[in-house]
């Protein structure tokens, strides 16, 4: 039987899958920074959220830790994850119970460690990422995938492909990523379009936003 | 005073005592993982709470339980036909059995379906029948029929779930009644008299204080949890709005919102969580509605004085089950009683519900009683007075001790092709010892009910 979605929840579960993205992929870049960091280049951090368009400041490896993760800005990861504990909520009845108890879990993580005096640490991370994966996981176990899965998945890579642009990546994974998302976005409407630009990138992310306009009547 | 079912209980605690007791703290962490939400406003802010819960079991036995079946099924046969009659023919005014004034006079009542009957004649489609049990009479007492838009259903199904995974060898080793089947009787009630089109759960929104049971049931009985900018009525037919821009036909909506929200084209033309047009579309025969627009006036505390006198009208049959000792101050010689009597009995304003508009005589002073005398007499058909009926507590384990609570039952009625009385039910305690006072919107907690034999 078809799966009928409202935009509402169509809307929320695509932003679950990018919020979620947006929290797993800064924590393996946070993680990787404060190895860089230890090691000596004590800027790699500030670079790196500089082209977040946000000035972090800290004093150390672990205080980076502590502020790129819940400092007052907007990749502030608690807030993410708040976000992606609503879209939860509106969607719930599309989502597998285990998914989402453990973005419940998840939540409840981050939430605690923003407001504990204790400083973040790779056992926290760790932690997290553990939980990510658990979700991504219950999300690829069935054998069918419906439309609700597809708009997660398409979250997902948009959101992959949004981090990249703004970090000026190599550009060698991209067009692999956006013939994911055309693919993707063909299982929820067959005639889905996208165009793809090899040298300009912004086109590439306004193309994404036409997509996905495409895909959900307001 | 505590409630025991003898042998029933001694295999509970049999069992209990073997367990680890760092297993309640698994239990709440299961339970918070999953968000089992009862929300609030106070001071006019959102405050998002898990719902309180106990791991001690209310236990009632299969027999009693049965008894209970027979007479809640009696009483929403009753309640059903009494609405259907109100609204169509009104028999039961004309022959006297019910004073006109008196369901004219009760807010729920809606001339305006005068004459209306809906899909399948079932106006009473998902029911909460509020009981405690007399400590005095060891009987279950009703205290209130809640026919409108009875919530909790849930959270027996969530504490139960995780119950069977935390704690499996009671499952194993008692003989406790299932009670998924709920979701198969609230699917088939719908399907029932859906008119052609989808099933829908229509909710005020993420921020209502049942959001979460919104969400739940809708998913588990496969229908899609809407909002009412996410449904349309063209031609006075319903469509549900999907992503893709088509429009799908809608055949049954349960809606989770009270009559006057249901759409601004009829009622409350300032509601933002109704659906225009849809009363029109109702009135059409083009959608069910469940449960009935108009049945505020059956849930009327004031209405739950006739229902024994409905059963006897339309049946032909004595109750089963009796109703607290109630009495009407519209009647004089009731009125007469109350304020002899005020200081002992507990009086309840008709138009209120979740536990507000409630009154101890006991805790009230003599200026008190004065004032609330002049408050009946100038509006006798607001209010009604009942005996205090001293129910049992139930023990629960808090703060890891074992403590007495009062507590009620809410059992659960679904009406279709059939009537089913769910095999479980809310188990509310209050939060204090002694409070009387249950309700979550008051601050209680709930547990799970185990309809078990020997």
Redesign the interface.
């Known amino acids: 039987m078809e799966q009928l979605l409202t935009t509402n929840v169509a809307t929320n579960l695509y932003w679950f899958g990018r919020h979620l993205e947006r929290v797993e992929m800064t924590l393996i870049d946070v993680m990787a920074l404060f190895d860089i960091i230890i090691d000596g280049d004590k800027n790699a951090g500030q670079d790196y959220y500089a082209r977040l368009e946000i000035d972090l400041a800290y004093d150390s490896a672990s205080d980076f830790l502590d502020n790129a993760i819940f400092g007052s800005h907007p990749s502030n990861l608690a807030e993410l994850m708040s976000n992606a504990r609503e879209n939860a909520i509106i969607c719930r009845a599309h989502i597998e119970t285990d998914a989402f108890g453990e973005t419940i879990k998840l939540y409840e993580l981050f939430d605690h460690a923003s407001r504990s005096a204790n400083r973040v640490d790779y056992e926290f991370i760790d932690s997290a990422l553990s939980l990510i994966n658990e979700i991504w996981g219950i999300k690829t176990r069935g054998l069918v995938r419906r439309k609700s899965d597809h708009f997660i998945r398409l979250g997902k890579l948009v959101e992959k492909v949004d981090l990249h642009v703004r970090h000026g990546k190599d550009g060698e994974e991209l067009p692999e990523y956006l013939n994911n998302i055309l693919q993707t976005a063909r299982k929820i409407a067959p005639n889905a379009k996208l165009s793809i630009y090899e040298t300009d990138e912004e086109a590439n992310l306004d193309a994404i936003n036409e997509l996905i306009h495409h895909l959900v009547v307001e | 005073m505590i409630e025991e079912s003898g042998k029933l209980h001694e295999k509970f605690w049999e069992i209990f005592s073997r367990q680890d007791r760092q297993k309640v703290e698994e239990f709440q962490q299961y339970m918070?993982?999953?968000?089992v939400n009862f929300n609030l406003y106070k001071d006019g802010n959102f405050i998002e709470r898990s719902l309180p819960f106990d791991v001690v079991p209310r236990i009632i036995g299969r027999e009693e339980f049965s008894k209970m079946q027979r007479g809640l099924e009696q009483r929403i046969t009753a309640l059903n036909l009494f609405l259907e009659d109100l609204y169509t023919e009104a028999k039961i005014v004309k022959d006297g059995i019910i004073p006109e004034p008196f369901i004219h006079q009760a807010k729920g009542y809606l001339k305006e379906f005068v004459g209306f009957s809906p899909s399948q004649k079932i106006r009473t489609h998902i029911n909460g029948i509020d009981l405690v049990k007399d400590t005095k009479s060891d009987e279950w007492v009703i205290l209130e029929d809640n026919l409108r838009v009875p919530s909790g259903a849930s959270y027996p199904l969530s504490i139960r779930d995780t119950y069977r995974k935390i704690y499996p060898e009671f499952f194993e080793a008692l003989k406790i009644e299932p009670i998924k089947q709920y979701s198969s009787y609230l699917r088939d009630a719908m399907n029932h008299v859906n008119t052609g089109g989808?099933n829908v759960v229509l909710t005020p929104g993420?921020y209502n204080s049942a959001?979460y049971e919104h969400?739940?049931l809708?998913?588990q009985i496969g229908a899609?949890?809407?909002?009412a900018?996410?449904l349309v009525v063209e031609n006075k037919v319903l469509y549900?709005?999907?992503?893709?821009?088509r429009r799908?036909r809608v055949g049954a909506v349960y809606r989770r919102l009270d009559d006057d929200f249901l759409d601004p084209d009829f009622f409350n033309a300032e509601s933002l969580i109704g659906v225009p047009g849809i009363i029109e579309a109702y009135l059409a025969g083009n959608v069910a509605i469940l449960n009935a627009v108009g049945n505020g006036v059956a849930d009327d505390k004031g209405i739950y004085y006739f229902v024994p006198q409905m059963i006897k009208y339309y049946l032909g049959e004595e109750p089963i089950m009796h109703n607290a000792p109630t009495y009407l101050p519209y009647f004089e010689k009731d009125r007469k009683y109350v304020f002899d009597n005020i200081d002992k009995l507990v009086v309840k304003d008709v138009a209120e519900a979740g536990g507000y508009g409630v009154m101890f005589g006991h805790a009230m002073s003599k200026i008190q009683l004065e004032d609330l005398k002049t408050i009946i007499a100038a509006n006798p058909r607001r209010f009604i007075a009942q005996e205090l009926v001293e129910f049992y507590d139930e023990e629960c384990l808090i703060n890891g001790e074992l403590s007495p609570r009062k507590a009620d039952f809410r059992a659960y009625v679904v009406m279709g092709e059939k009537v089913n009385v769910w095999e479980c039910g809310l188990t509310r305690y209050a939060m204090e010892a002694g409070n009387y006072l249950v309700n979550s919107s008051q601050g209680g907690g709930f547990k799970d009910t185990w309809v078990m034999e020997l």
């Open positions: 918070d993982k999953f968000a989808i993420r959001y969400s739940y809708a998913g899609e949890l809407v909002r900018a996410e549900f709005k999907n992503y893709d821009g799908i």
